[in-house]
């Protein structure tokens, strides 16, 4: 169905995209009267190449859907809240500000429009954490922090750590054949999870829970399968067996270009001014739900 634009809605489109290019705006109009959905990318690059600084480490003809937004095209939070201002006010769509914090990415941002305007609801349900942000949230810190990346879910945690080579303690861990420690592989393990508590637990619990009162209680089945050695990518995965105040309980997993590296079946994370129960299995059983 149609909607063609009047003389003052297109002066107004024109005013709202002014230094666009023509194609942005013919593309604009096409979209706003009949709309098109193949007329978005053409917005939202026109949009974003508008406000693109001439410093950014990459350019938009050569970005991808994992082009980050901030980091690769060298936008700032103000600059990218003005990006987003212009495209709700060309497309008639709302971006509120949950949504525009998960937004992250150049694929997500025209996911979350063409969602957006079908009505299908938010396509983003995973927040991603860089290590510069999970550097801010969790009490770990370099060099002592074993997580480059994080996306958190409902009631999970992906998170991956590049072993470097130049780790502390691997110039002893052996000698002429540096092997990435069981103890510091369970570390990381718990470092996801213990995102998770700071993230997630606060809401759900309705209760301040500080970065520095999340202590490691205790774990069960603890396995390992395979050496991690420098070089190697980990993929570390924590999910929510059990969550109940003062413990949360967590299924551990920690893999490389999909061979298993090593499993926790049992991690119990404590929180709050008090350290953990003494038997934590009276509070929660591995087999339970989230409540």
Not at 2 to 7: A, G
Not at 175 to 180: R, V
Request: aromatic share 6%; net charge negative.
């Amino acid at each position: 169905m149609s909607n063609i634009l009047s003389e003052e809605d297109i002066a107004d489109l024109k005013g709202t995209l002014r230094r666009c290019s023509p194609e942005t705006i013919e593309a604009a109009i096409r979209f706003r009267e009949c709309g098109d959905p193949a007329a978005l990318r053409t917005v939202v690059y026109g949009v974003i190449r508008r406000y693109q600084p001439a410093s950014a480490s990459m350019r938009l003809e050569n970005a991808g859907d994992d082009t980050s937004l901030i980091q690769d095209l060298g936008l700032d939070s103000l600059t990218l809240l003005e990006i987003v201002l212009t495209i709700e006010e060309t497309l008639k769509v709302q971006i509120n500000n949950e949504e525009l914090k998960e937004i992250r990415t150049l694929g997500k941002l025209n996911q979350f429009l063409r969602n957006k305007i079908a009505g299908v609801g938010p396509v983003i349900s995973a927040k991603q954490y860089s290590r510069e942000h999970l550097a801010l949230v969790l009490p770990q810190q370099p060099p002592f922090l074993f997580l480059d990346c994080a996306e958190l879910g409902e009631e999970t945690v992906k998170a991956e750590y590049q072993i470097k080579g130049d780790e502390f303690f691997l110039a002893g861990h052996f000698k002429d054949e540096p092997i990435f420690p069981a103890s510091v592989l369970f570390e990381a393990l718990g470092q996801a999870a213990c995102l998770w508590v700071l993230e997630k637990a606060p809401k759900l619990l309705a209760k301040e829970i500080k970065a520095n009162h999340v202590f490691f209680a205790s774990l069960d089945g603890a396995h390992v399968y395979r050496k991690a050695r420098p070089g190697q990518q980990l993929t570390l995965e924590s999910k929510l067996v059990k969550l109940r105040d003062p413990v949360a309980i967590f299924s551990c997993s920690a893999s490389s270009n999909g061979d298993r590296i090593a499993v926790i079946d049992r991690l119990v994370l404590a929180f709050g001014e008090q350290l953990a129960p003494e038997d934590p299995a009276t509070v929660a059983s591995p087999s339970a739900t989230t409540v």
